[in-house]
């Protein structure tokens, strides 16, 4: 085993650079697939829209018994509603200033699927952000350099969103969009690859 | 006022790459400063070293009304003892077998010092990190990795140091150096440099 072609379905560039800052080697292969789901349910709603994203590009690898597609969903939770990538400047302002002052929750569904598409793994990782106090300005002015529109909750946990985050508990890349720790331990559960593939088991 | 020039008193490409991800202008000349203080009094310790190196700096900078200097110490504190850069990699497997599946503290110590060397901001930042239980084998496959060496604790908080990382409590940029959220308030209060200047205080 551990010869696994693993393959990332995600267009996040995010995503990729986390999962390549472990030093893994993997494929990425974005699947166009948009989120879906029921809305009342956020976990249930992150996690088929991970499933639907890893589903679609496993379809097209039936046949390659060697590969294992990782998908994954973030979704931004506040009094209960989720929210995505806002749809305009409009929405992005709307959804800060619900943010201010407050603490959210935000979900990350992560699966492994095996071609033509078996889910052999699934989990959903919550870190909680809480925002320092936002004047209208910031709002305004965070809004007009780009960086929200994007990104789920419409902010970024890096860039100039850091000076609007006062404090993380939980996995701070699960807020960046893929849990990294959470995610190797499954890649090397699932033996599709391994973190220091030189290094023998043997203790000193 | 508004026209502060701002300089970095440091040779940490993390707080670059931090302050730098704002969108703040800034200038990078590290001091060549050496850390020092009393061991038993960590936050004291950081400060004492944050301002040593600040105040390097702003000496170098005497009849410059206009020039600010920010400088920064992180430490990681386990049971009361100050753990900083390893001094080899001996020592990064003594540090993180001790910090394995544990809770430490980091703690950023930065100040701001006007020429020729009054500090007029200090602070000291602390996060909680919670490290996996590592396995020898994987101590000794992050420290080969060469990325412990030059890292309070033998770890980073982002790169490969994010597998061992299991959950986050506080300032993340503070785990990576540089408290960004609290460093861009003091900034703002001390009139250095202003987040979105272009944009106007009135509301909507």
């Known amino acids: 085993m551990?010869?696994?072609?693993?393959?990332?379905?995600?267009?996040?560039?995010?995503?990729?650079?986390?999962?390549?800052?472990?030093?893994?080697?993997?494929?990425?292969?974005?699947s166009g697939v948009d989120?879906?789901?029921p809305?009342?349910?956020?976990?249930?709603f992150a996690l088929s829209a991970a499933k639907l994203k890893g589903s679609a590009i496993a379809?097209?690898?039936t046949g390659h018994h060697d590969a294992?597609?990782?998908s994954a969903d973030t979704i931004v939770?506040?009094?209960?509603?989720?929210?995505?990538?806002?749809?305009d400047a409009a929405?992005?302002?709307r959804m800060l200033s619900r943010l201010s002052g407050r603490t959210h929750e935000v979900l990350t569904a992560f699966c492994f699927v095996k071609p033509p598409g078996t889910v052999v793994h699934e989990d959903v990782v919550r870190t909680e952000v809480t925002f320092k106090k936002l004047t209208p300005r910031e709002i305004r002015g965070y809004v007009k350099t780009g960086e929200p529109m994007d990104k789920a909750g419409a902010y970024a946990a890096q860039g100039i969103g850091m000076c609007l985050i006062e404090s993380v508990n939980g996995s701070y890349s699960n807020v960046v969009g893929l849990p990294v720790c959470e995610v190797v331990?499954?890649?090397?559960k699932l033996q599709i690859a391994r973190l220091f593939p030189g290094e023998r088991e043997t203790t000193p």
Chains 1, 2 share one sequence.
Request: charged share 30%; aromatic share 6%; hydrophobic share 45%.
């Open 68 to 70: 294992a597609i990782l």
């Open 77 to 87: 939770v506040l009094d209960g509603e989720i929210y995505e990538k806002p749809s």
């Open 59 to 61: 379809a097209r690898f």
């Open 35 to 37: 989120e879906t789901g």
């Open 91 to 93: 929405d992005a302002e």
């Open 39 to 44: 809305r009342d349910d956020p976990p249930g």
């Open 2 to 30: 551990w010869s696994t072609r693993l393959i990332l379905a995600s267009a996040s560039p995010r995503r990729v650079e986390l999962l390549r800052g472990v030093g893994l080697a993997f494929e990425v292969m974005p």
């Open 185 to 188: 331990a499954a890649i090397e």
